[in-house]
């Protein structure tokens, strides 16, 4: 690894969630219309960007129902398993109200309240993402918000995907709409006619739907910036190379920009897995994908020790980190950046995507260092409060009046020491 040449190793890195100037400016103009015009831009923009005419933007819950009792039986009783192992890997995050007495009299509490209303992004495009719905979904259920409200593209018959439906059927969507883009979004995020703002929006989405996103920051909160999906895994010896090539295809089939690397320990496994990543890479169904993917942001390094590897993964902070080691469980004490980690080559990120029950929305383009994937205490707010005896106030009169007086708010200290006179 140490023969990387810098730009390639800059190429690698620089993975920012940041749009071009001509993605920003065009959902600046989408947003805008949507805050002037409301119901009649969301109109306008299907007809003009996904090419169907509307009757309504809202599904009838009956059609979602419908959805779900025509998915094929076994599609359905696997998403019903993906939605109890979410909420059974949720339950347990649930915070709880804190209070402490800092001092006699004094008793400062914490208390966990979930959001009133959250907006959740199913994707479509390439591909339709009804594990994705879920993972937004259940865990806002799971945390007891008051209104879960999905948007979704529709399709040519004016509908979300029937798998998208089936899902939002299943983990009890309390509204959902036939929107995609950044249209979506600022529906979510400002409110229409027909659209109830939200108080945080989540969900992963394209290009458009990330920028989005980020310039509705301030009118409502997100869980974090992203863009493509990504994976690194680090493998030693003991890992199977068809298994960690197959391991980053299936990450690159997600997106052209997709980032797939593995630090192979020594030259010769990551020779062996490079010429597997070629021959899978080649009959791929997703093929031209995953080329222009692996093409571009994709790379097989060796490393002469996994010590070597450690601050490569720490300054990567990958959205997955597949550990395909003999001590894989043990090599878990060296990652702090990570969105999720999967111990051993067994521990396939496909299957954290759909069923363990752990959230696959992670943080992307090396955000892992800042932010956490989505969890359950993304949809709770916190109300603080604090409550002061009165001997207490006595106690803390004088020393806050002289706090306030040396910062020149007189009114603060008077406010203070009237508490504390006889």
């Known amino acids: 690894m140490s023969s990387l040449a810098r730009e390639d190793l800059r190429r690698l890195m620089d993975r920012s969630a940041g749009s071009d100037a001509r993605v920003a400016t065009r959902v600046r103009e989408l947003i805008a219309r949507v805050r002037a015009d409301g119901d009649r831009a969301l109109f306008e923009l299907a007809r003009q960007l996904d090419r169907v005419e509307l009757k309504a933007l809202e599904v009838p819950r009956s059609v979602c129902e419908a959805a779900l009792a025509a998915l094929e039986p076994s599609v359905r009783e696997a998403l019903a398993r993906a939605a109890r192992n979410i909420a059974l890997a949720h339950v347990p995050q ?22 009133g209303r959250v907006g959740v992004y199913a994707p479509g495009g390439r591909a ?139 030259e010769s496994l990551a020779e062996i897995i490079a010429q597997e990543v070629d021959r899978l890479a080649e009959r791929a169904k997703r093929w031209e994908i995953v080329t222009s993917a692996l093409g571009s942001r994709g790379a097989v390094l060796s490393v002469s020790s996994l010590e070597e590897a450690w601050p490569f993964v720490a300054d990567f902070a990958p959205e997955h980190l597949l550990i395909a080691t003999e001590s894989s469980q043990e090599d878990l004490r060296h990652v702090r950046n990570a969105g999720t980690v999967f111990l051993g080559e067994r521990s396939s990120v496909a299957y954290g995507d759909y069923m363990t029950g752990s959230n696959h929305v992670l943080p992307t383009a090396g955000l892992a260092r800042a932010y956490s994937g989505l969890n359950l205490l993304d949809f709770y707010r916190w109300t603080t409060y604090q409550r002061v005896a009165p001997r207490a106030a006595e106690s803390l009169a004088e020393d806050v009046g002289r706090l306030a007086d040396s910062e020149g708010l007189f009114a603060h200290a008077d406010a203070a020491r009237a508490w504390g006179r006889p």
Do not use: W
């Open 94 to 115: 649930k915070p709880h109200l804190v209070e402490v007495e800092t001092e006699p009299g004094i008793l400062v509490g914490r208390r966990p309240d979930p959001l």
């Open 128 to 266: 339709v993402y009804p594990s994705s719905l879920l993972m937004g979904v259940v865990p806002a259920k799971v945390a007891g918000v008051g209104e879960v409200i999905v948007c979704s593209p529709p399709g040519p018959d004016g509908l979300p995907h029937p798998s998208v439906l089936a899902a939002a059927a299943l983990a009890g969507a309390d509204r959902v709409f036939a929107l995609g883009g950044a249209g979506a979004v600022a529906a979510m995020a400002y409110g229409t006619e027909s659209v109830p703002r939200v108080d945080r929006i989540v969900g992963p989405g394209n290009a458009y739907v990330a920028e989005a996103k980020l310039q509705v920051v301030g009118a409502v909160a997100i869980e974090a910036p992203a863009g493509p999906s990504e994976i690194l895994v680090v493998a030693d010896a003991s890992a199977n190379p068809s298994a960690v090539a197959r391991e980053m295809l299936a990450q690159a089939e997600h997106d052209p920009e997709a980032a797939c690397v593995t630090l192979a320990l020594g």
